[in-house]
């Protein structure tokens, strides 16, 4: 039914203009706005072409899951670059992290060669990995 319909995903923010600057200044996102007044949103335009919809929500509680994971070539310059742009990196318990705050499993143990997490200003969070 659904496999030829256009579909993407969403996820919400208390402060559109923030997540406006953030997603297109400090990630370098193509971002979209549209609608007016209560009925202002962004799209997102990702690497690939797919899109995601981000709208303002007055009680908006960050996800407590990766809305979006990002594959890098390079997890160390990537950390270092967005560092640079004013990231902080996220630790979790049960996930041994460098001094950068990245995840490296160890060999055998499959999964990316390394990930890392920072947040949103909403406080959504958002990985770096490298597969």
């Known amino acids: 039914m659904f496999g030829e319909t256009t579909a993407y995903s969403s996820f919400s923010v208390d402060d559109l203009d923030a997540a406006r600057h953030f997603y297109g200044d400090t990630l370098g996102l193509t971002v979209e706005d549209s609608g007016t007044g209560d009925m202002r949103m962004l799209f997102l335009t990702l690497p690939g072409g797919a899109r995601v919809f981000v709208y303002p929500k007055e009680d908006h509680a960050p996800a407590s899951f990766t809305i979006l994971n990002f594959e890098v070539d390079d997890i160390d310059r990537a ?37 890392a997490w920072f947040t949103d200003p909403a406080g959504n969070v958002i990985a770096v990995m490298q597969s």
Request: glycine content about 24%.
């Open 79 to 115: 950390v270092d670059d967005l560092v640079g742009r004013g990231a902080t990196f996220e630790r979790y318990p049960g996930f041994e992290a460098d001094e950068k705050g990245v995840v490296r499993p160890g060999e055998g143990e499959g999964g990316p060669k390394g990930i």
